[in-house]
Structure formats: C-alpha cells, structure tokens
Nanobody
Framework: QVQLVESGGGLVQAGGSLRLSCAAS????????MGWFRQAPGKEREFVAA????????YYADSVKGRFTISRDNAKNTVYLQMNSLKPEDTAVYYC??????????????????WGQGTQVTVSS
C-alpha cells in the first residue's frame, strides 16, 4: 500500500505562490495515478489536478487551469502542485491521493485508494 504525506501549505497573499509536495512511500509509487483535491469549510471535496502513472498526462479543474501545475518525480516518490496567482477562493485543505488502474474519470474522489492527511492553504486578500 501507499502512505502519503503532504507539505508546503501555509498562508500567502492573493497573487502569490505556493508549492505543495506529496511524499509517498511504497515500492509501487510509479504505478499509481496521483491527484490533488481540496476541501473548503462547508464544501465537498473537489478535484484540483491529476497526473497519470507515467506522468505523460495531466488534468486540471477549470478553476485552476493555467495557474496550477502538477508534476511527479518517481525517483523521489514525490508529487508536486505548483500554485501560482493564488486567489482567496483557493483557500482549502489540500489532499494528495493515489489510485491504481481505474476506469473512472480522474476527478472521482471515490476512485482513489489512498489519501494524505491534508495541508492547509490559506490565501488572504
């Protein structure tokens, strides 16, 4: 199985940037598709970005497209989310998630098998 630990969250002014990291355990990290999700108070957990097991395909929610970039370094067992031009609406707990082969759309929360504990991102105005 996979254990995931997020880091890099914090407080940033609107327009600023943060880079989140997700450190994964396990010898099969490269076989997992990885996603970032976020959850704001009172809202459902929503899809942010995902990257295929090979790193060759990336997917983004419309709300972050052009501002966020997901990447992975399989040698380091790490997935990143570079967040630029942050907005107050981006404030949420950000979760890293992993899944094996799946026929589900990349943004389906229930298709992911493993989740990190989350890291808080707060964007102030």
């Amino acid at each position: 199985q996979v254990q995931l630990v997020e880091s890099g969250g914090g407080l940033v002014q609107a327009g600023g940037s943060l880079r989140l990291s997700c450190a994964a355990s396990g010898r099969t990290f490269s076989s997992y598709g990885m996603g970032w999700f976020r959850q704001a108070p009172g809202k459902e957990r929503e899809f942010v970005a995902a990257i295929s097991w090979s790193g060759g395909n990336t997917y983004y929610a419309d709300s972050v497209k052009g501002r966020f970039t997901i990447s992975r370094d399989n040698a380091k067992n790490t997935v990143y989310l570079q967040m630029n031009s942050l907005k107050p609406e981006d404030t949420a707990v950000y979760y890293c998630a992993a899944r094996g082969a799946s026929s589900s759309w990349y943004g389906v929360v229930s298709s992911y098998d493993y989740w990190g504990q989350g890291t808080q991102v707060t964007v102030s105005s």
